[in-house]
């Protein structure tokens, strides 16, 4: 399979459902950037686009063809939300992270009357889990806060789960909020929406990475074709 073309057809199908005057949640990834870059036609052809991105480099891919960039308030509306996403189970839940934004992309996700996923069709999986999850934690006293996730997992059941802080190059991985990002292997994970509430119980927890009843449609595509689901 190869993945960058299913990234690229899904952005480009998500493109469709963009309407003139839209406001837009922006979502963070590679494969959202394929969105973005759909949009380009849109703008060059003078289509007014705004958009709330969710990352700083999803800024600036905005900005550079000519999307509006603005900080929300309680009187925005977010018509449509476009984001890809790690993993998404038949339920249409997700494991989002990846890429350190999950906080953000939960927030706009929510606020949106309408939120698609776009991904490869290798992100379709039976459970989630395979993917670590990703859970965004205050850096003050992180360390106990791991403590407590630590033994969270053992009472749901996840014997022996990995929990690791997210490092790249030898330098630890900060949000663009300035949080902390863990990742939690936990092989499979059979209710995620139970798994999301106890974990966000903890103090010092900001957010996880487990979307639940969240998105509208996931579009799935791969260099043949796309398919969509529901909610």
């Known amino acids: 399979m190869d993945r960058q073309a299913g990234k690229k057809r899904a952005g480009e199908e998500a493109a469709k459902y963009v309407e003139r005057g839209m406001t837009l949640g922006l979502g963070t990834g590679s494969t959202a950037r394929y969105f973005v870059d759909a949009l380009a036609a849109k703008t060059a052809d003078g289509w007014h686009l705004r958009g709330v991105p969710t990352s700083q480099e999803t800024r600036r891919q905005a900005e550079a063809i000519g999307i509006e960039i603005i900080t929300p308030d309680e009187t925005t509306v977010i018509d449509l939300a476009v984001d890809g996403t790690d993993e998404a189970d038949p339920q249409m839940n997700l494991i989002k992270g990846g890429g350190a934004a999950l906080l953000r992309e939960k927030i706009v996700a929510g606020a949106a009357r309408r939120f698609i996923v776009i991904a490869d069709k290798s992100k379709r999986v039976a459970a989630l889990g395979a993917f670590a999850l990703p859970v ?56 995620p929406a139970n798994l999301d509430g106890t974990l ?13 009843g969240m998105a509208d449609m996931i579009i799935y595509a791969d260099e043949t074709g796309v398919s969509i689901d529901q909610a």
């Open 136 to 191: 965004e934690i205050e850096p003050f006293g992180w360390a106990l806060t791991v403590r407590h996730i630590r033994a969270a997992l053992l009472g749901a059941g996840f014997d022996g789960a990995g929990v690791e802080l997210r490092a790249r190059e030898g330098a630890v991985v900060k949000s663009d909020g300035g949080h902390l990002i863990l990742d939690c292997a936990l092989g499979r994970i059979d209710d």
């Open 200 to 212: 966000k119980a903890i103090p010092g927890v900001i957010e996880t990475g487990l979307f639940c």
